[in-house]
């Protein structure tokens, strides 16, 4: 009897040919590896990918922008009469910006030349002008407020609670008198410099630790606020002793390129990085609370606490 007609047979069921090539590519997926999946699959369940998701969710960079150019515009103009007004120091605001960047000698004297004499400040700001600093300096804590809100994903707080940006300008200015008030001696001794230094750090840690919880209308415990508050201070610190190393050069070489107007850039550049440390800390030490606080849970369900 003929054989009926058909495509030839090659040994495998008809009826499994097409789920048993799948079947065979998912078994070649983890021989050959779709590794680079996997790779991004375990950077973007790190602690590094999750800063990065959330920082570029709360667009960290251009806050820190935004921090800069408010600072520039409605800060620094009040911090310039402040200083003015210090009379028991009478080293204007220059001097103070000297000794937040750390700059060298030919570097501060460009510092000096582009804020001037304070006497000058004073003498020229009328009442008028004062109390419009004194609204636009609000504005400013307002912006920090906002950008600690989106770092803990909050609702942005009610109009009632201004008052605390106000209350909250004033400590700033009150903390920044402190920090020019107490700076080490020239030639002192390496241990009277590590303790200033450490006075410093731990002052920085206790304002923006109070910083976050005011702000934020206490609606953060000040155990979750504290990991930010460190890195903070660290991250300050950290970016002096660049200032050190990079900005007081490249303002000695701004300066005769660019004059004046290069100094600016360089300060402008110093302030964003002021900006990314203020709020990229607060981001990472929610990262780091949320870590330390999952750890815990974790240890009380083993051990049935």
Known sequence: MPSTPGPPYDGAPAEHG???????????????????????????VSPVGLAWNRGRAMELMHRAMGFAALSLLTLVPLLIVVAAADL??????????????????VSEEEVERLFGQPGQALQRTTAFG??????FGVTFGSAVQTGYERAWDLPTARWHTMWR??????????????????????ESPAMVTALVALGDLIGTFLFF???????????????????????????????????????????????????QFGTVLVLQSWLVGVG?????????????????LDRRLRRAALTGG
């Not at 070649?28 to 590794?35: A, K, L, S, V």
């Not at 004062?130 to 609204?135: F, K, N, R, S």
Request: hydrophobic share 50%.
């Open 18 to 44: 097409p789920e048993h090539g799948r079947e065979h590519d998912r078994e070649r997926g983890p021989e050959h590896g779709h590794w680079f999946q996997r790779l991004h699959t375990r950077v973007l």
């Open 88 to 105: 028991a120091s009478g080293q204007g605001f220059a001097r103070w910006l000297v000794q937040g960047l750390g700059v060298s000698e």
């Open 130 to 135: 004062l109390t419009a600093l004194a609204a």
């Open 165 to 186: 940006h106000v209350v909250w300008l004033a400590v700033l200015v009150a903390c920044l008198l402190l920090f020019v008030a107490t700076p080490a001696p020239a």
């Open 209 to 259: 630790w109070w910083s976050q919880r005011f702000l934020l209308c206490g609606r953060i415990r000040w155990r979750a606020l504290a990991p930010g508050a460190v890195l903070t201070a660290l991250g300050l610190l950290g970016l002096r002793v660049f200032s050190q190393l990079v900005f007081s050069p490249l303002i000695a070489s701004n300066a005769v390129t660019y004059g």
């Open 276 to 292: 990314f440390v203020v709020y990229g800390s607060a981001l990472v030490g929610r990262l780091v609370h949320e870590r330390l």
